[in-house]
């Protein structure tokens, strides 16, 4: 038998304990949150999310300790495995080493799971009984349901009416973790009220399905809100990610000079990307690159301003690279990455120039997926299909140049609820997604006029 490694498994007792939180390393402090009616710099809503949640979106504390009762159902799939893409090496042609860290081994099937059920412990921790929350294609509404059921929390899903109607699968799975999902916009609100008498046929979007999970959670006592990405507090979360492979390229004796991740609102990546970008700050030669597409490019096409989180206007107030939060993108596969912002995080690493961001077409990725899906086996989500793109770009310019680089791709889920999606593109009816450049002009015109500077 040969003896080169495939996969690198941590052993349980090797799991990290405790999450990186990168914000006291930042050489420059992110701006503050602005509250939507004040325009002055605010905390989480607190009739929306839990204190403890709250402090960790502005910690100071450069590690926060994961409590025994995260710990022990993190390893009900964690440590993820870190595999060695020998079969997609050997079809490239490529001397480069690439490796995945594959997130799609949880029963939620994507890495949304890994803040999900912290979400959910501090939340009960806080005597909150029930968790409202909105989902595009349902990855994270299926993640947050199974949290609650882990937890004992009831839970509340607003799914985008669009999905709702394509991807029963998800919605299916939501109610058999005994979720209740509603398509958004639904009468279930007032703000989903408004929005159907105006159009009965609205499709519904990301930013209008927070509106009406945060109206939800505002008009009860017994209940919070819950986000998926975009907050510090998730991405500290998913920091596990990066925490676990930076252990795994030890076992596997090599060290990263390429990292790449999707973002939609920028959880994945970040959280596989932190580790490094402390090692990056402190001079080691590193590139991490966040693949977005290009029916919603906030970081290579938006500005760097100030936005609102969803449609209603009742999130805080962010700087983020955004197309305007009345943005609504084409229906692409993908449906994890048609935020019109990025984390803020995220967008400050960006602008920082610690991280790198690229746009990849619809297309390109499913070519990507499938080349993937006939060399390494996994069919991978939509989502992580376009760092999939990137990474073999990447690869090929290896193969020209003879550089050996050790690439490393967040493979964030598997696909296996969007095969819809591969039956359109293998029959050739998938279309390549339009950029569509008027429709970003009217929203970003629509962007909040703030004044806000910071004190010097
Ligand atoms: C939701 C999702 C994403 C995008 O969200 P991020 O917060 O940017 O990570 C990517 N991949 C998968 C599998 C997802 O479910």
């Not at 077409?361 to 996994?378: D, H």
Request: proline share 7%.
């Amino acid at each position: 038998m040969s003896k080169k490694l495939t996969k690198y498994i941590l052993p349980e007792k090797e799991m990290p304990t405790s999450w990186y939180n990168i914000l006291p390393d930042l050489p420059e402090p992110m701006p503050p949150m602005l509250h939507p009616q004040t325009h002055e710099p605010t905390i989480l809503p607190p009739p929306l999310f839990p204190a403890a949640l709250n402090d960790q979106e502005f910690s100071k504390e450069h590690t926060i300790e994961i409590p025994d009762e995260v710990l022990d159902v993190y390893k009900m799939y964690r440590p993820t495995p870190l595999i060695r893409a020998y079969r997609l090496e050997k079809a490239l042609g490529t001397p480069a080493q690439i490796f995945y860290k594959y997130e799609g081994v949880s029963a939620a099937g994507s890495h949304k799971l890994n803040t999900a059920i912290a979400q959910a412990y501090y939340n009960k921790k806080a005597g909150i009984k029930r968790l409202a929350t909105e989902t595009g294609a349902g990855q994270w509404g299926s993640a947050l349901a199974l949290a609650c059921q882990y937890m004992g929390l009831e839970c509340k899903v607003y799914m985008v009416k669009v999905s709702y109607n394509q991807k029963p699968y998800r919605r299916i799975m939501m109610e058999t973790w005994g979720a209740k999902v509603v398509a958004s916009p639904s009468t279930d609100t007032n703000f989903g009220k408004q929005v159907l008498a105006e159009d009965p046929n609205c499709p519904g979007s990301l930013g209008m399905a927070i509106s009406e999970a945060c109206e939800d959670a505002f008009s009860r006592d017994d209940t919070s809100y819950s986000l998926g990405s975009v907050l510090n507090h998730v991405i500290l979360h998913q920091s596990i990610i990066g925490l676990e492979t930076k252990k795994q390229l030890e076992m596997a004796d090599v060290e990263a000079d390429i990292i790449i991740g999707c973002v939609g609102g920028g959880s994945n990546f970040g959280g596989l990307a932190v580790p490094f970008v402390k090692d990056k700050m402190k001079g080691k030669k590193i590139e991490l690159i966040a693949v977005e597409p290009t029916a919603c490019p906030s970081m290579t096409r938006g500005p760097l301003a100030w936005d609102l989180g969803d449609v209603a206007g009742m999130a805080p107030i962010v700087m983020m690279y955004t197309l305007g939060h009345s943005f609504i993108p084409s229906p692409i596969h993908a449906g994890g990455l048609r935020y019109h912002g990025m984390s803020p995080l995220v967008s400050h690493l960006h602008k920082l120039k610690l991280i790198d961001a690229r746009a990849v077409n619809q297309k390109a990725t499913f070519e990507s997926a499938i080349q993937f899906a006939r060399t390494e086996g996994i069919i991978p989500a939509p989502e992580p299909a376009h760092a999939i793109k990137v990474v073999i770009d990447e690869a090929l310019k290896c193969k020209e140049s003879g550089q050996k680089k050790v690439i490393v791709l967040g493979l964030s889920g598997h696909g296996h609820f969007d095969l819809s999606a591969y039956d359109q593109f293998l029959s050739g009816k998938l279309e390549a997604d339009a950029y569509d450049e008027a429709k970003v002009k009217q929203s970003l015109a629509q962007l909040p006029k703030i004044d806000y500077v910071a004190p010097k």
